[in-house]
């Protein structure tokens, strides 16, 4: 039986990577034993269409694809976060979409426009909501220079449920959520390595995309915060650091390439990533990732 949404929030959500075909087409059935593999480990709620599904290299066409067929590959199994964001009708296009494809919510993309005003962030979000039919929203916030009146103006919006909180300042999380619903969950968006930082001030749960390659490991490490065992999440944390390390070289710019990389080494191929991100990985980059998938028998 699926999880309900607010335990889900509290748990992993795993950013799916977008496979292409041999064409670079989006071909999403090929996520099939990627999914199934992160579902039977205890994966509490994929996500379609986040950074690490490469969301800003798709058009809005292929993103309804993502969330459509990736809907359908789920069956019911985990609740689904669609990913929406870009120009206000590409969101709300896929808002639609993604309310009509069965999704359980919506993570709200922060708007990367260059003239972006914290009140319109509201109207952006207002839109979204209406258009979905009122499905619950996931908040990604990767500036937290908006403040934090802003953010608590954001998070009033009876549709928000949760917070991804993509920024390295905890002590502003911390501020954040005080000024908060506390119903509210804040989720750490900054995957396992700072997920002990956020949970020590009050966030539940993370994201991952880790959950493609070793989905085993990322419950472990969560399993281990929610036991408040941070010796254990941290001693598990650094059996996969080398992986991350990749992952953020070259400006971040080899986050899904290594993803992509390390799938590719266990037989499941899912295309290249698209420019501007890295492909392939450098020699050098490449055997450090061999080596980890080797130590890790995930070859």
């Not at 059996?239 to 390390?245: D, L, R, S, V």
Request: aromatic share 6%; charged share 20%; hydrophobic share 45%.
């Amino acid at each position: 039986m699926a999880l309900a949404l607010e335990q889900a929030l509290t748990g992993i959500s795993g950013i799916l990577v977008t496979p292409y075909d041999a064409a670079g087409d989006v071909a999403p059935r090929r996520l099939k034993p990627i999914m199934d593999r992160a579902l039977a480990a205890g994966l509490h709620m994929p996500v379609v269409n986040g950074n690490t599904g490469e969301f800003f290299a798709l058009t809005t066409e292929e993103a309804s694809r993502m969330v459509r067929e990736v809907a359908e590959l789920l069956d019911g199994r985990a609740p689904l976060l669609a990913g929406v964001g870009r120009g206000i009708r590409d969101a709300m296009t896929l808002a639609r979409v993604s309310a009509d494809a069965g999704a359980a919510a919506l993570m709200v993309h922060q708007p990367p426009d260059p003239f972006v005003a914290p009140r319109g962030i509201v109207d952006y979000l207002k839109a979204i909501a209406d258009v979905s039919g009122g499905l619950p929203m996931m908040l990604y916030l990767r500036n937290d220079t908006i403040g934090t009146k802003a953010i608590a103006e954001l998070c009033a919006l009876p549709q928000v449920r949760g917070i991804k909180w993509a920024t390295p300042n905890p002590l502003k999380l911390a501020e954040a959520k005080a000024a908060c619903d506390p119903d509210l969950v804040w989720v750490g968006g900054l995957a396992e390595i700072w997920a002990p930082t956020f949970y020590a001030v009050g966030a539940r749960g993370f994201t991952s995309g880790l959950i493609n390659v070793w989905p085993e490991r990322s419950i472990a490490i969560h399993a281990a915060l929610e036991a408040g065992d941070y010796r254990g999440a941290n001693a598990l944390i650094a059996g996969m650091k080398a992986f991350e390390e990749i992952r953020a070289e070259e400006m971040n710019g080899t986050n899904v390439t290594a993803v992509k990389a390390a799938l590719l080494a266990r037989g499941l191929d899912c295309g290249p990533t698209r420019p501007p991100s890295a492909w392939p990985l450098t020699s050098a980059q490449q055997t450090k990732l061999d080596a980890f998938l080797t130590q890790n028998k995930l070859t």
